[in-house]
């Protein structure tokens, strides 16, 4: 790592958005206003305005809701879909492509009503469509898809009933493309169609080889699980041969896994999937289309690697270089030009949510506070490492790098010592204890002379650095980032206030759920991966909040969510702004205790009748008053009534 500069200059804004990297993963959505507050550009008329987050979290408090809360911002999921369409419809025109865009969104990315119906709405004058996954979502899906130029593609497992919906859809003018998943769904399908009399719509989904699965093997690596090899695809285009039904073969699709971070891993898999489609033109099939799939990636942690937190790839490079791969390989085959499906999820969707979190409390980090006494006869180490800390008084100027190096070995030398005394008894439970505050006291020095002297990774930088802090704050890992939890996904965490301060701790995020793995130890800051994030000194005694946003929270966290501990959903809204002033729609009360103690079968009303008999029985063996009774009761009920977060 370079040694950076020492700083002397005050900080600013610019320092605060440096160190979280929001110019970089906020991809202009997301900046620091001049107050030092976290701002997200929305758009009122065409123009983007700044709004400050605390501002729209003020106007909710005023409203009574409480944090946490999922903001949701339906111009990002429309700039979204404005990004990804017009990336590929300047690609196309750029290549003269021959063929259409016409994208699809994946349902199972994120649910929620809102955006299937901004989807469908706005996403009309690109004529989008939606990918279905299971029967629920395709029912979803067939109510508020009625465009009959955009597509329907069904993937997942089919049951008849599954099959009868998406045929008596086409039926009804609609798009819908049936995807065989396996090749033993095809004798359904086809029964089926014969029964309704409609010719289906056949889409096959193809696993890509193994050699290019390589590349995502981390991230997706569903490639081995769906699709037909190469030899079901032959005994499928056979089959409809036979039957005289070759004309019903439209689409070629594969999913390569989502997050793909490399643009190379990416046309790989095209170039192999436009060969294969040419090679299905020939066999005589109808085709004319080519579906792509998911796995459009983005940068949660800003910078431009082929990490799995990153994307070494914009949106429209990913347009261009598809076209261009699918040009090249149909040239060469002599194959008109097929139209391309893709079905980004993550891209679409992961900027639209916030979640903006409160800390409760915070842990800290202080050692050596106290004065410490030595006498004469504290043993030798002790002195020793109060000597080192002589050096806080010295005029700091004089300071060198290496001086501060030999106060660290030295500190370290003395405190394994002191440890290895300790366990020969030769050291008592008070020395040892007064041995690691001295260490401690130095190192915490140390950490804050590297400022002046300079950094460079080094050893020292990393032992002065892993004093951290427990922020606690009022979340649920388990329910509102289940990727952190279960696949150690990087989110970007910063405050969203206070950015014209320098934040003076590092701390780790821990969540209300009491689970080791309810918190967050891995950031991007900084230009890297650290185990915790710089923030500020909380000010509770002046009452006053601090707030931290966590972003790109809109793909695959909603519905992944789960209850641990009993902490139910958060509350969310939706924001825009409409003539320069705020506007608040969709507000949804968070789930309340009662609500999560019945989705795992217990009767409110029973529990209320038993804790009520424990209160009776105190009342009888005078206990408790008949008053006081009361008072226990209402307090009882109010908690079930209430939010499962921390409320104040
Ligand atoms: C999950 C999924 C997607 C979405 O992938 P993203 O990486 O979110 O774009 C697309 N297609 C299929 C078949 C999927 O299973």
């Not at 597509?151 to 599954?162: A, P, Q, S």
């Not at 086409?170 to 014969?194: D, F, H, N, T, W």
């Not at 500020?536 to 931290?548: I, Q, T, V």
């Amino acid at each position: 790592m370079e040694r950076r500069p020492p700083k002397t200059a005050p900080w600013t804004i610019n320092d605060s958005a440096d160190l979280y990297g929001i110019r970089e993963w906020g991809h202009g959505y997301f900046d620091v206003s001049p107050k030092g507050e976290v701002v997200v550009n929305l758009k009122d008329g065409k123009k983007p305005k700044p709004v400050s987050l605390s501002e729209i979290v003020k106007g909710l408090r005023e409203r009574g809701t409480q944090l946490p809360v999922l903001i949701r911002f339906g111009d990002l999921l429309r700039w979204r879909i404005d990004e990804l369409n017009e990336g590929f419809h300047s690609a196309i025109k750029e290549a003269k492509y021959q063929g259409l865009y016409r994208g699809v969104y994946p349902i199972k990315v994120n649910q929620q009503q809102e955006v299937i119906e901004e989807i469908t709405r706005y996403g009309r004058k690109y004529h989008y469509g939606l990918e279905a996954g299971s029967k629920p979502e395709l029912i979803a899906a067939l109510a508020y898809m009625h465009d009959p130029e955009a597509y329907i593609v069904c993937n997942g497992y089919k049951d008849e009933e599954f099959i009868d919906l998406a045929l008596n859809a086409q039926k009804m003018g609609l798009q819908v493309i049936l995807v065989l998943e396996m090749p033993s769904e095809l004798a359904l399908i086809l029964e089926r169609s014969k029964k309704m009399g409609v010719r289906p719509t056949l889409g096959v989904r193809f696993r890509l080889s193994a050699e290019s699965a390589g590349y995502w093997s981390g991230s997706g690596g569903d490639a081995s699980v769906f699709g037909l090899n190469i030899s079901q695809l032959m005994g499928v285009v056979d089959h409809l041969r036979d039957q005289g039904m070759l004309d019903c073969l439209r689409m070629l699709h594969y999913h390569q896994g989502s997050q793909i971070p490399n643009i190379r891993a990416i046309r790989q898999a095209v170039t192999e999937a436009t060969r294969v489609y040419c090679g299905l033109v020939k066999e005589g099939a109808r085709m004319g289309i080519l579906d792509l799939g998911g796995g459009l990636a983005i940068s949660y942690d800003g910078f431009k690697g082929a990490t799995s937190a990153s994307s070494n790839y914009g949106t429209k490079e990913y347009c261009a270089d598809v076209i261009e791969a699918i040009t090249e390989v149909t040239a060469e085959a002599g194959v008109p030009h097929p139209d391309i499906i893709t079905e980004s999820g993550r891209a679409v969707v992961a900027y639209y949510s916030v979640l903006v979190i409160n800390i409760l409390d915070v842990n800290r980090f202080e050692p050596g506070r106290g004065k410490i006494e030595l006498h004469k006869d504290s043993p030798q180490l002790l002195h020793n490492l109060a000597e080192l800390r002589e050096e806080f008084g010295k005029d700091a100027s004089k300071l060198t790098r290496d001086r501060v190096q030999e106060i660290y070995n030295d500190a370290v030398y003395y405190r394994d010592k002191l440890r290895t005394e300790f366990n020969y008894g030769k050291v008592g439970l008070r020395e040892r204890s007064q041995g690691e505050e001295m260490y401690w006291s130095i190192m915490t020095w140390i950490s804050g002379k590297l400022e002046s002297v300079g950094h460079d990774g080094s050893q020292m930088e990393r032992m002065s650095t892993v004093m951290t802090d427990y922020y606690y704050g009022n979340f649920s890992v388990f329910q509102s980032l289940p990727d952190l939890w279960a696949i150690d996904q990087i989110f970007p965490v910063m405050p969203i206030h206070r950015l014209k301060e320098k934040p003076t701790r590092n701390a780790v995020l821990s969540d209300i759920t009491c689970d080791s793995d309810g918190k967050i130890d891995k950031f991007a800051h900084g230009g890297e991966i650290c185990g915790s994030l710089p923030l500020h000194d909380p000010d509770f005694e002046k009452g006053e909040d601090y707030m931290l946003g966590i972003f790109l929270v809109g793909a695959y966290q909603e519905t992944l969510g789960d209850l641990h501990n009993l902490l139910g959903d958060t509350n969310v809204v939706s924001v825009s702004i409409e003539n320069g002033k705020l506007k608040y729609r969709r507000e949804q009360e968070g789930d309340s205790v009662s609500e999560v103690l019945s989705y795992v079968e217990y009767d409110p009303k029973d529990l209320a009748t038993r804790f009520r008999n424990l209160a009776e029985s105190a009342v009888v063996s005078k206990r408790i008053t008949a008053t006081e009774r009361r008072e226990i009761m209402g307090a009882y009920d109010a908690g079930l009534r209430g939010y499962t977060y921390f409320e104040t």
